[in-house]
């Protein structure tokens, strides 16, 4: 069960959402899944606004310190191949950590 989430709103680079989108399916996620503490994610559109997606990804941790140690070492290394589909300048992460426990109907 996740303990945390991380949000991470993003752009696709001008006339590239195509390969933005194919990018982020088969190459970014796979490569963040193999961070310790993240155990799933999901791509979402937005409704507009200042981004147009949003990617949830589950943790097992509270430690936002350890995942984001995982993620800036890996940035822009074979373990994390970025690409020139994703706008970088409009990327926003948002680390959110359980309030309450989950509820459900």
Not at 20 to 28: A, C, F, I, L, T
Not at 62 to 73: F, K, L, T
Request: aromatic residues 8%; negative net charge.
């Amino acid at each position: 069960m996740a303990v945390a989430q991380l949000l991470v709103y993003s752009n696709p680079a001008a006339g590239k959402e195509a390969e933005y989108n194919r990018w982020y399916d088969e190459q970014h996620i796979p490569d963040l899944l193999k961070i310790p503490g993240v155990v799933a994610a999901q791509r979402f559109t937005t409704d507009g606004g200042e981004w147009s997606y949003v990617t949830v990804y589950e943790l097992d941790t509270a430690d936002q310190a350890m995942v984001m140690e995982g993620i800036q070492s890996r940035v822009d290394t074979p373990a994390m191949v970025m690409s020139d589909a994703i706008d970088l300048e409009t990327v926003k992460m948002v680390f959110c950590a359980a309030a309450s426990p989950r509820q459900s109907r």
